[in-house]
């Protein structure tokens, strides 16, 4: 989950992530929590772009959701020296170096009604990455994005009225109970991890959202990213005197952050002036499938046919609310 930027004036119609300001029940980047109204030219529609523009968006979409899996994965080969709470250390300090020198918050003007919800974030945040990649460790790569992606799955259908939210919640909850079904490999710390991440995720969204109407910019967002880094500097001091990090390990570390959150910020940021925020969207919606094949082409953590099933109904079911929603 990486970042997002927080938008200066956010739409109730517009939209995690994170990472991934926040999705709404509506044009939602559920994949993500990014806002398709952050700044101004965000293109209201695929079809009215020119042919280069429109490739150059979805190419950058491609290159986002494969940039950000393919971070986790590599950074999971530094599990077994530094830990997950290691990468995610790394991870936190990656962040905020990209985060603050683009948000450049004025740290000295926020007020107490803003620092509240950037606190919140901060935690949110750290906690968000620290339950995946602990997931991830102990269930894989494809079922921890899986699991994540129901907190902005549920944001996205709590507040509808509409039979066909109504359909595809209950066909995401059947997904979840088909994936978390006893049976003796099922490893339930790690799907309550993927599920604790999933909560984070949910309210970094709402907390996200409340950062963009408090605080200018991507201000905010800098802001909790450098106190999420600064909560895991000790910890980062700590797993290095404990569980010294050899070169590998570390350039692991680093390349994690990079590719989780330094390249999908700033590709998000390109490809949401180029394509709709519908479109957006139903694409970010795919990432527990690109999570899954990422997995299993580069770690070897092979699904069954029940788990791919799984994986598709929860895609399905955002894909299917997304093309279904008006304006």
Do not use: K
């Not at 429109?54 to 077994?80: C, D, E, K």
């Not at 909790?224 to 005197?241: K, W």
């Not at 390109?270 to 770690?299: C, D, E, H, I, Y």
């Amino acid at each position: 989950m990486r970042l997002a930027p927080a938008s200066r004036t956010p739409s109730p119609r517009a939209t995690e992530t994170a990472h991934r300001t926040a999705p709404t029940p509506g044009d939602s980047d559920l994949g993500q929590g990014l806002d398709p109204s952050l700044g101004q030219g965000l293109a209201p529609d695929l079809d009215q772009r020119p042919t280069g523009r429109r490739f150059a968006g979805v190419a950058t979409m491609i290159g986002s959701g494969l940039s950000n899996q393919t971070g986790a994965a590599i950074g999971s080969q530094a599990f077994p020296v530094i830990g997950p709470i290691g990468v995610v250390a790394v991870r936190q300090y990656v962040a905020a170096i990209v985060l603050l020198a683009v948000g450049r918050p004025r740290l000295r003007s926020f007020t107490w009604w803003q620092w509240r919800p950037v606190v919140g974030l901060a935690v949110v945040f750290g906690t968000m990455n620290l339950s995946l990649y602990s997931a991830i460790d102990r269930i894989g790569l494809g079922l921890a994005v899986t699991l994540e992606f129901l907190g902005p799955l549920c944001i996205a259908l709590a507040g509808s009225r509409r039979r066909v939210d109504a359909c595809c919640a209950l066909v995401a909850a059947a997904a979840v109970v088909t994936l978390m079904r006893p049976r003796p490999s099922a490893d339930y710390l790690g799907m309550g991890l993927g599920l604790l991440a999933a909560v984070c995720w949910a309210s970094y969204i709402l907390l996200n959202r409340a950062v963009g109407r408090r605080v200018p910019g991507a201000q905010g967002s800098a802001a909790a990213a450098g106190i999420s880094a600064l909560m895991f500097l000790p910890v980062g001091i700590a797993v290095a005197v404990h569980q010294p990090p050899t070169m590998s390990a570390a350039a692991y570390a680093v390349v994690a952050g990079v590719l989780s959150s330094a390249v999908p910020y700033l590709a998000d940021l390109f490809t949401l002036r180029r394509v709709p925020a519908q479109a957006f969207g139903l694409f970010m919606s795919v990432n527990p499938v690109l999570a899954a094949l990422v997995g299993w082409v580069g770690l070897g953590q092979s699904l069954g046919w029940t788990e791919w099933i799984s994986v598709g109904a929860i895609v399905v079911a955002n894909a299917l609310s997304i093309l279904t929603r008006r304006g």
